[in-house]
């Protein structure tokens, strides 16, 4: 009788013990297919939010530097561009999730390669365009940021000359004197505003890049990727250095303009001054 509820106790623990072995088997595979498919929707959504942005990229940038450009313009673009470079991000740390998800079985294994595959060659592609945008709006900026630094250096240089010419003629030349100078330096402010933006874009594009490298790698499968990384590479710092020495040149001249245009008007009022005494000398002496 003890042999056999020994007997009967042994093969309840077996069973209960197959139970538990099963439960824990469907629960870490349940775990598993939740965890591809948390992924799946996070990557996609990016990638959905990523197509949407680059829309509007491309529209924006259609418009820098034409009639349409505007300096709202020129923030929304920068926050869209800041908005990709987070959205990337979070992208790579998705596909790094992917990447570090256990597979417990063959239908995981082919689940994680598809979604791998499908998921990384969409983000691929989209990247690419990404970086295309990029330095074409750089390279539309910096050309609008150059035209706008002549025309100010020109209205500014012209003003100069003609405030010299105009300083005997005008009721007002004090007047003169105080608004150009604030119109000249609103307009080197306005300059080094938007080749700061300038800069932060051309950073924000060697960011990506980087970013870029380090998915192309995650996603090893596609390897031939990573060797047409480097023909995205753009040697922004160039531009910087020559966007600063630009604005440095534009203001000393306009700093020179301006010494010259008030020597000048020194020189014309001391000679007036003197004609003026010379004329009272003589018409009083003539007097007498």
């Known amino acids: 009788m003890l042999n056999t509820i020994r007997l009967h106790l042994a093969k309840s623990y077996a069973y209960n ?34 197509k949407n942005n680059i829309s509007e990229l491309e529209s924006l940038i259609q418009k820098i ?6 300096e709202p313009l020129r923030d929304r673009y920068l926050h869209l561009q800041n908005e990709m470079k987070t959205l990337v991000q979070q992208t790579n ?5 992917l990447q ?38 750089a390279q539309k900026e910096k050309a609008s940021l150059e035209r706008a630094r002549s025309a100010s250096f020109r209205k500014h240089s012209m003003h100069d000359s ?32 938007r080749d700061s ?35 995205n590479v753009v040697e922004t710092e160039a531009h910087v250095d020559t966007g600063n020495r630009q604005l440095k040149q534009a203001v000393t001249y306009q700093s ?3 010494r010259k245009k008030i020597i000048l008007i020194g020189i014309l009022i001391t000679i007036i001054v003197i004609i003026a005494l010379i004329l009272g000398i003589y018409f009083g002496v003539a007097k007498k």
């Open 93 to 97: 740390r998705a596909f790094e999730q």
């Open 256 to 258: 020179a303009a301006r």
């Open 17 to 50: 013990l197959y139970l538990f072995f099963e439960f824990f088997t469907q629960s870490s595979e349940m775990s598993s297919a939740s965890d591809f498919q948390r992924i799946n929707n996070a990557i996609t959504t990016n990638i959905s939010k990523i």
């Open 65 to 70: 530097g034409t009639s349409d450009d505007s």
């Open 197 to 231: 933006q300038l800069r932060q874009l051309e950073t924000n594009i060697i960011e990506v890049n980087e970013l870029f490298k380090d998915v192309a790698k995650l996603v090893h499968e596609h390897g031939e990727i990573i060797d047409n990384i480097e023909n």
């Open 100 to 137: 570090s998800t256990p597979v417990r079985n063959e239908d995981d294994r082919r689940h994680k390669e598809n979604l791998t595959k499908t998921l990384s060659q969409q983000y691929m592609k989209l990247i690419n365009r990404f970086q295309e945008l990029q330095r074409l709006g």
């Open 162 to 193: 003609n405030g010299v010419d105009n300083v005997a003629f005008t009721n007002t030349p004090y007047q003169q004197q105080v608004v150009i100078p604030m119109e000249q330096e609103a307009d080197a402010r306005a300059i080094q505003e």
